[in-house]
Every structure is written in structure tokens, then in C-alpha cells.
């Protein structure tokens, strides 16, 4: 059971990523997923949610209006599309699953993809 999140690079500032994050060993089509991103020397910080049934979606408000979250449950796949990337978007991106309701605290969640890097140049 494994989230693969993939997608990131090096992008100039303004320009727009995709990240997918493929679930594989069972179906999550029932967890809620959600993006987090670390940069360096700071903590992990909630990006965005969606929920598993309804498909309600939450942002963090440095995000909010340039990036959106979107779930395929068919392909058991969630994305993340990043539009007008600042530097300070630079991370590394980590995509999560819980079988409860999304949350802004990482500790909700039980499962972990590998992270995919992100770099704005400005």
C-alpha cells in the first residue's frame, strides 16, 4: 500500500505544475487525500484537502485561488494544479490519505507518498 507523488521541477515564477499522486495496493477511494509541502528549515504546512464522498475541497490561504486539488477515484489518483508559482511555493510536495475527514494537522493521516520537489525560480 503506497502513495507515488510525482510531477515537480524546476518552473519560472508564474508558471503553472501539475502534481499527480497514484494510490496503489487498494482502492482510497473512500480516504480523504490532501497535499502538504515542507520547505527548508520550516515546518510541514497543509496545502489542500478534498474529501473522498462529496468532493468538498479546502485551501491554504496562500494557495487559494492559484492552485487546485482534484480526485480521479477511478484511476485512484488525486492532483494538485499549481498556477502563477511564487518562490516562496518552492517545497518539497507530499501527498497524504486518511480514512477520517480531511485536516489542516498532519497528524490525521496514515499514509504517506515520498514527497516530489518544487522549485520556483523568481
Known amino acids: 500500500v503506497q502513495l507515488q507523488a510525482s510531477g515537480g521541477g524546476l518552473v519560472q515564477a508564474g508558471g503553472s505544475l501539475r502534481l499527480s499522486c497514484a494510490a496503489s495496493?487498494?482502492?482510497?477511494?473512500?480516504?480523504?487525500m490532501a497535499w502538504f509541502r515542507q520547505a527548508p528549515g520550516k515546518e510541514r504546512e497543509f496545502v489542500a484537502g478534498i474529501r473522498w464522498n462529496s468532493g468538498s475541497t479546502a485551501y491554504a490561504d496562500s494557495v487559494k485561488g492559484r492552485f487546485t486539488i482534484s480526485r480521479d477515484n477511478a484511476k485512484n489518483t488525486v492532483y494538485l494544479q499549481m498556477n502563477s508559482l511564487k518562490s516562496e511555493d518552492t517545497a518539497v510536495y507530499f501527498c497524504a490519505a486518511t480514512p477520517m475527514e480531511y485536516s489542516r494537522s498532519y497528524v490525521r493521516y496514515d499514509l504517506w507518498g515520498q514527497g516530489t520537489e518544487v522549485t520556483v525560480s523568481s
Open positions: 495496493g487498494r482502492t482510497f477511494s473512500n480516504d480523504d
